[in-house]
């Protein structure tokens, strides 16, 4: 059942279509993954999402939790739909490098993962969510990726000011009714009322204000719900263009996709209707910044989160990695952090701003004079691969449950267990003994099903 005033609403905006759109709501979503090619390449056979490189349909939905290659970060469960950024940064941002990229509105993760392969290593990407609890799912999520080019932070839309034009790249991905995830999410469909839409494009419109000015002139804004109505789509870009200074920019795009174009006060706005796409509901906006660069000073740091470590210590950190000169590491708290030298004045200065929960690569804590290494650093695409043991399936499995592994496998000391040649965590023998050093929260609680071929 579909509130009676949301099917009155898309009667009016889409006229015959909606009884399609209805209709395709009360079917069964398609089931996506995105490949990390850092560390996979995607299975042969499978249908491409067209807008998404690495974006692939799957016939059925497995048991990913119980997949050793989804804990170790190989590929994201995402909706393809939302892919559909990816289109959006490759043609409004193409091939330059160093871009600094915010993600505001970033967990639990789907597409920071995406705009951290897209950046790469070069280019950093700020993902932030305001609510605690959804922002450790993300950080989470960011480690198991592995990129090590993601600073994840913890505040109120309103704080960025203090990044006065700093992103090439803004991405809002703003909180909405969800009219796009009813097939998905049935409960959605419960909540949405029309004072909720409205609720909603008035924090979407509070969320743009307090962000316009960490976008430098000439920067990019993508701006994406998950829903249908114009007051949260069209009418928040109409509201841009009337308040800001915005500039359109010209999206190419294949008509076989099936995504329907629409016009905002000049800016291109792209919507994906379940029966014309095979995704949910989603909506994306993408536009320049004009003007010119206010000359301003840098923020004045407010925090120095980071120490210098000995040259021993660096020495034995660079042996984890693979490519050491290219990093520089820093004490952060108790734990030693590893970053790409190329952005780390980047990471730095979002550091001294604002409330960071996860920056690069944790790398761990160093006892003595050896490194206890941290899962993250596991995770990390350019982990140094020494020391590293395949393992069967089952043991990889076993192993992300925190159940006992046969120590036989292992030679004494730290070893970095492969499932099908990609990192899944460390564990450390000790005589007959083996210690998993997987945290809990990267742990499989309910192995219960087998995974699906
Ligand atoms: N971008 C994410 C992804 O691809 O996985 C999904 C983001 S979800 C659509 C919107 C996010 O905005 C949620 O994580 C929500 O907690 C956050 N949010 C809620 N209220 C907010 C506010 N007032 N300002 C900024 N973000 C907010």
């Known amino acids: 059942m579909f509130p009676e005033s949301f099917i009155a609403n898309l009667n009016k905006e889409l006229g015959e279509d909606a009884d399609r759109l209805l209709a ?47 804990q170790a970060g190989c590929y994201y469960v995402q909706e393809a739909s939302s892919m559909f950024v990816e289109h959006l940064y490759r043609q409004s941002v193409g091939e330059q490098q160093g871009v ?40 989470d999520n960011v480690m198991r990726w592995g990129a090590g080019n993601v600073v994840v932070t913890n505040n109120d839309p309103s704080h960025f000011g203090s990044l006065n034009e700093w992103f090439d790249v803004v991405a809002v991905d703003a909180p909405c009714s969800g009219e796009g995830m009813f ?18 494009a008035a924090r979407q419109r509070r969320i743009l204000e ?65 029966h014309c796409v095979e995704g949910e509901g989603f909506f994306a906006a993408v536009l320049r910044k004009g003007g010119e660069p206010s000359h301003h000073r840098s923020p004045k740091p407010r925090k120095n989160p980071f120490a210098d470590l000995p ?5 034995e950190l660079s042996a984890w990695v693979a490519n050491p000169s290219e990093m520089v590491f820093k004490q952060v708290g108790e734990n030693c952090y590893g970053y790409y030298s190329a952005t780390f004045a980047d990471v730095r200065q979002v550091s001294e701003q604002l409330t ?12 003595g004079k050896k490194l206890r290494p941290d899962h993250s650093l596991a995770l990390f695409c350019e982990v140094n691969r020494r020391d ?10 076993n192993y992300l449950a925190r159940r006992d592994v046969d120590a036989n496998l292992f030679t004494e000391g730290i070893n970095l267990l492969l499932f099908e040649g990609v990192a899944v965590g460390w564990v450390k023998r000790v005589g007959g003994r083996v210690n998993s050093l997987l945290p809990k929260q990267f742990a499989i609680n309910n192995l219960t099903a087998p995974i699906l071929d």
């Open 388 to 397: 590293d043991v395949e393992v069967d399936l089952a043991t990889a499995q």
């Open 183 to 200: 097939r998905k999410d049935h409960a959605a469909r419960d909540e949405w009322s029309e004072d909720n839409v409205k609720l909603c």
């Open 210 to 274: 307090d962000v316009w000015c960490a976008l430098r002139p000439g920067g990019v804004l993508i701006y994406s719900t998950c829903t249908f109505n114009r007051a949260e789509d069209e009418e928040n870009v109409e509201w841009l263009v009337e308040n800001f200074d915005c500039e359109p920019i010209h999206i190419d795009m294949p008509e076989e996709w099936g995504v329907v174009r629409s016009e905002a006060s000049g800016v291109e706005c792209f919507h994906f209707y379940p």
């Open 100 to 139: 600094r990229l915010l993600d505001l509105c970033a967990a639990p993760g789907g597409k920071t993962t995406l705009y951290s392969s897209l950046v790469g290593r070069d280019g950093v990407v700020v993902a932030n969510e305001v609510i605690r609890k959804r922002v450790m799912v993300l950080a």
């Open 24 to 70: 395709a709501l009360d079917g069964e979503p398609s089931v996506s993954v995105r490949y990390n090619s850092a560390k996979e390449q995607p299975k042969e056979g499978l249908r491409k999402v067209a807008w998404c490189e690495y974006g692939r349909y799957l016939e059925q939905r497995p048991y990913f939790t119980a997949d050793p290659l989804f």
């Open 356 to 367: 960071v929960v996860h920056s690069g690569v944790c790398m761990g804590q160093i006892f």
């Open 311 to 315: 040259r021993q210590s660096v020495a």
